[in-house]
């Protein structure tokens, strides 16, 4: 499939009525296909293992003609420790492509909303899946990510899965059993 050239997707604050109902018509006339990591990276930091702080940026991108939609997003998250330091760098990228319908209309407007909220909402599971994935891997506290509610970019907490209290409690389920 030729996706061409991506468009950047901008926000959803200003958006008016009729592109919302453009975008409804447009997914009305197509389904998701695919949803699958193109890019995954985890690097440890100097930082120590007593997580504290995870920050979170997005980009996203968008084809579509007669013949393709698709969306990209690129997820960069940073782990601090306690003391500020790094711990731990991840980036995932996760393209969304959908299967059009035979009476599928591109709408370049109405497309870069479904990027921005549909799309974006399709793609969230995934990369909570493989932050804490990833963060397991490094040998760090499984870090998870917190709800992503409507209308917002990034999700509002993480939550970092202390391996010594989940270990304990085990053992202390074990000893009861």
């Not at 958006?15 to 998701?32: D, G, H, K, T, Y």
């Not at 393209?95 to 709408?107: A, H, I, R, S, W």
């Not at 909570?128 to 509610?149: H, K, N, S, Y």
């Not at 391996?163 to 409690?169: D, F, G, I, S, W």
Request: glycine share 8%.
């Amino acid at each position: 499939m030729n996706h061409g050239t991506a468009v950047p997707a901008t926000e959803t604050a200003d958006v008016s009525q009729e592109i919302i109902e453009r975008a409804q018509s447009m997914l009305s006339r197509c389904e998701v296909g695919n949803i699958r990591p193109t890019a995954i990276s985890a690097a440890r930091g100097d930082g120590n293992a007593n997580l504290d702080a995870v920050h979170v940026s997005v980009d996203s991108a968008f084809h579509v003609s007669e013949d393709a939609f698709a969306g990209r997003y690129t997820w960069t998250i940073g782990i601090d420790d306690d003391g500020g330091v790094r711990a731990a760098d991840l980036a995932v990228t996760i393209l969304v492509e959908f299967q059009l319908g035979p009476d599928f209309v591109p709408d370049q407007e109405a497309a870069d909303f479904i990027t921005a909220t549909t799309g974006y909402f399709a793609v969230y599971p995934y990369v909570r899946e493989i932050v804490q994935d990833l963060t397991t891997r490094l040998q760090l506290d499984p870090t998870v990510l917190g709800f992503l509610r409507r209308g917002d970019k990034f999700p509002d907490a993480a939550n970092f899965v202390r391996r010594e209290l989940v270990t304990a409690a085990r053992g202390e389920d074990l000893a009861q059993s």
